[in-house]
């Protein structure tokens, strides 16, 4: 059995932070549980692009504010407490927070290791070996 606290995760390098979010990576590839587990906050006011090409991702918003925009269709879809999405078809998206901190919980399938941040295309590197 795995038991964790995301307290514990914080200042560590299981806690990545960028400019526009910061995610703390609770379970992981080597976790070997077929999947990663994050907490995530988006930060107010910010804007991410995103093209997971090698990962599948459902996210449910727990807390806060945001929005999230296919770039396909130009759709765009409110997000706030109780929302859940997921990128079932790999969908290149823009994540943008809006006035409050939005705090997501997310699954990757495959899952990550743990240090990955979103290259200039938005994509996610896919880690081949068994890490």
């Not at 514990?8 to 299981?14: E, L, N, S, V």
């Not at 990128?87 to 927070?97: C, K, T, V, Y």
């Not at 290791?113 to 880690?127: A, N, Q």
Request: with cysteine.
């Amino acid at each position: 059995m795995i038991v964790r606290n995301v307290n514990d995760i914080i200042g560590t390098d299981q806690e990545v932070r960028t400019e526009t979010w910061l995610s703390r990576r609770v379970l992981l590839k080597k976790d070997g549980m077929g999947f990663s587990f994050h907490e995530t906050v988006i930060f107010p006011g910010t804007e991410t692009h995103i093209h997971y090409q090698n990962h599948l991702e459902a996210v449910w918003c727990v807390e806060g504010d945001g929005e999230i925009e296919t770039i396909a269709d130009g759709k765009k879809y409110a997000l706030g407490p109780g929302v859940v999405y997921a990128l079932d078809e790999n969908d290149e998206h823009w994540l943008r927070g809006g006035t409050k901190p939005l705090r997501v919980i997310c699954v990757f399938n495959p899952p990550l290791t743990g240090l990955e941040v979103h290259d200039d295309k938005g994509v996610y590197p896919l880690v081949t070996d068994t890490a």
